[in-house]
């Protein structure tokens, strides 16, 4: 199975800086990498779809890159909404395994 | 507007089975794949099994292979999850998720609990 490594866990932020974690797959996924921000209490959302690609009605604040085994997700200014934690997905090959999340948490 | 309705969770004992269902609506469900998700309490997602539009194509984490079954009826517009042998990690709350591009989910329902315990 793909290994996906997040970086780091939890990572303390403050509104209106540019944010930026990562994700390591332990093998080439080819691109094929989803991030989703789930909010407390909340079922995920999709965010990232295709390492780069913003899924609709997504604020374009949000930006993806990334290739290879490589990947990783910024936000930019970061908003009050934006608080929550963020998981990575392998989306090449099944099984479909996801990062164990990176935790914005306000200073 | 997309819906994805799970019911059927509850508390079972261990080695018990337990059915999830998971009703769509909102967009021609027999057109896409679905996937099952779940997550511990306090802990990541973990993605439990993926079916084809067709049901020709199945897969499964190897932590539930062998013990769950993931099944559709496309005329109902229904997702099923069957699990047996139920095991106290097996407790989480259960998403369904349809299949979007590049393989990601896109549409998620609220969840359904599964609490495993004697």
Not at chain 1, 52 to 75: A, C, K, Q
């Amino acid at each position: 199975d793909i290994q996906m490594t997040q970086s780091p866990s939890s990572l303390s932020v403050s509104l209106g800086d540019n944010v930026t974690f990562t994700c390591e797959a332990s093998e080439n996924i080819y691109g094929f990498l989803a991030w989703y921000q789930q909010k407390l209490g909340k079922a995920p959302k999709l965010l990232i779809y295709g390492a780069t690609n913003l899924e609709d009605g997504v604020p374009t604040r949000f930006s993806g890159s990334g290739s290879w085994t490589n990947y990783s997700l910024t936000i930019s200014s970061l908003e009050p909404e934006d608080i929550a934690t963020y998981y990575c997905q392998n989306n090449h090959v099944y099984p479909h395994t996801f990062g164990a999340g990176t935790k914005l948490e306000l200073k | 507007e997309v819906q994805l309705v799970e019911s059927g969770g509850g508390l079972v004992q261990p080695g018990r089975s337990l059915k999830l269902s998971c009703v769509a609506s909102g967009f021609t469900f027999s057109n896409y794949g679905m996937n099952w998700i779940r997550q511990a309490p306090g802990k990541g997602l973990e993605w439990v099994a993926y079916i084809s539009s067709g049901s020709s194509y199945i897969y499964y984490a190897e932590t539930v292979k062998g013990r769950f079954t993931i099944s559709r009826d496309n005329a109902k517009n229904t997702l099923y999850l069957q699990m047996t042998s139920l095991r106290s990690e097996d407790t989480a709350l259960y998403y369904c998720a349809s299949r979007g591009r590049d393989g990601s989910s896109d549409y998620w329902g609220q969840g359904v609990m599964v609490t495993v315990s004697s």
